[in-house]
């Protein structure tokens, strides 16, 4: 069975949480990116969730040989991670042009086209950095396949794939045939770590690239649909007050008199 998940290198969310409420987020001079550099890069963890999803069929029993791909990523770090955790190949798209959403979706799955015939496509349920979770929905639709969302859950039997998909009201069982796209939320649990064998094989590891001139996409297909103006940065205004008193009693008085003064505790 052949698997191809798509992944994505996006900033750290920590960090840039970090940098927001300490007011050291910075937007490029055109406003449409953020310019601090400081932040590191990785593997979207939907996107690693995505995988560790594909080594729980392996550890089922499945024999799964696991691609992921790319497209033009800032740096390639999120690839060796990809190789650590268990992937046999990583590839790189390279596009010498600005993509929107669908535009991905439709490189994505011109990849799928040209080196495929894949099994299972699998994708986070969205980017950390956008949140629009358009790309895997492009994806399916350019491919022609059935697409289930927000999977926790995956099994196989023969040319059925069952998925437990969370919602709002609980849990929902879908059912289709294969090949089909399936996107992993993180009710999946946490993905597993590296272990020091994957960590050396991916030191040694590189991507395979692709350019899009093997993938014969015509290049009207890539016209943004749609285009990012500006990014706004959240305003906060916090206010920190440290209580002193000769003893600890002291000072929780004093914390219980000022909560209930403004009004959080009766």
Known sequence: MRILICAKDVLDPDAVNAYTVAGRLTLSDDGREI???????????YDEQAIEAALRLRDGGHTVAITVVTVEPRTREHLKRAVALGADETVLVRVDRPLDT??????????AEAFGPFDLVLCGRQASDDDQGVVP???AEFLH????????AITIDGQELRVVCANAEGDEV???DLPAVVTITSELGAARYPNAA???RARRS???EVTMEQ??????ELSPRTELLSLALPQFDSHCEFLSAEDPESVARELLARLRSIGILP
Not at 35 to 45: C, G, H, S
Not at 103 to 110: D, E, I, P, Q, S
């Open 35 to 45: 310019a601090e550099t400081a932040i590191p890069r990785l593997m979207n963890a």
């Open 102 to 111: 669908v535009g991905v979706g439709r490189v994505l799955a011109g990849y």
């Open 137 to 139: 929905a492009a994806l």
């Open 145 to 152: 396949l059935p697409m289930v969302e927000m999977a926790r």
């Open 174 to 176: 879908v059912a289709c």
């Open 198 to 200: 994957g960590v050396l």
């Open 206 to 208: 590189a991507p395979s």
């Open 215 to 220: 993938l014969g996409i015509d290049e009207k």
